[in-house]
């Protein structure tokens, strides 16, 4: 990606109270796989290297449970700020800490080009942000937009059609939205009540205000807004299928149990991009550590040991260290493997305890963990049995379910 010349700061409104959505919590702070929807923002912005500081407007009554979730995620650059009473409000508090001393936020430095972003869009990636930037850098302020869904009509005072508009020529107003820093605060300064009271608009304000037509770059679709409880279960959704897009399986050496990583890796390499690994645990293996700083939120551990306790403890003492479970559940499928007529009813209560006990314990750490027995008499049948393990396997790292957590799952 390109470098970003210029210096750019983002401002995260989060102050609302959700009334469209509904429920006690406003949505932003409402938990997506366990983690508050404002969090997805900030860490969209943060993990954005050209975006210096990142600024977060909150109501008052939600300072110090910003702050909980700033400091229990570990996010970095970011500074809390007090909202308003409307969305432009709250804007124009968050951009007041580049211009004004105040006294609860020190002043920071001013940037060239400030980002607008709802905390409710949690899937703005790089690309557009860097696309709005440019635009905004070039034109004075520039923003993302969508095409219209549904024509836009307007209603005469008798309750019917006055007119409509032709939908082709409209397009939906989306963010992020990128602002020379003076064009917007200039924009802010000059409003008047009624623009912050019942605008919606932070273009048409450089607009109106200062004479500045803004770029407008197509967005994607995962730009919309979590408005309704609807959205919040789209969100979800979005967050699990991009969770489960890739797993990792872990063998040991043993012929058996590689020939089952082999056949698990063919069935699932259709699905989901697979990472087959053999290895010992126990040497820390190099390639290991490089899938835990990849995007890989799923493992599945192939095993011949009734129980492998201290392998698998290794594996989420890793884990564990490699900081991925605070962002995201991670999915751990302990595999085991029994090619034999008897051995499974001898083993499966006290296998079923301890995997329980253990999958509490890891789930502390934001570990989901399953036991997936495959159980084969012969050789012959082992093919259909890994295809239902595989299955298994792809219905447990979609749903991360964490209800069905140490649950011993048959193939
Ligand atoms: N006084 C306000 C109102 C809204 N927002 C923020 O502006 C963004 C977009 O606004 P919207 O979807 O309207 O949020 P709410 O006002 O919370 O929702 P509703 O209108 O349903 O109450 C949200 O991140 C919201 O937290 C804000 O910072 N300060
Ligand atoms: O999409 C937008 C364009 O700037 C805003 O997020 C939207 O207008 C906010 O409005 P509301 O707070 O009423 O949802």
Redesign the pocket.
Known sequence: MEPVSVAVSAVLPAGGSGERLGGATPKQFCGLQGRPLVSYAVRAMERVSWISDIIVVVSPENIETMKSIIEKYGHKRVTVVKGGVT?HRSIFNGLKVFAENQSSNRLLQKPEVVIIH?AVRPFVEEDILLKVVTAAKEHGAAGAIRPLVSTVIASGEDGCLDHSLERARYRA???PQAFLFDIIYQAYQQCTDHDLDYG???LHLALKYCKTNAKLVEGTADLW?V?YKRDLYAAESIIKDNLSQQICIITDLKEAVAQVGFLLHESLKSQVKVEAISISLSKNDSHLQNIFSGECYNFLCINDKEYATEEIQQLVDMLEKSNIPLLYPIVLILVHLSISENIFFSIELEELTKIKKFAREVKKKNILVYGLLIQCKDHFSLQETVNSAAALTMALIKDRNPELIGQLLVA
């Open positions: 969305r709802d107003s989306e963010m919606t608009e932070c807004k408005t």
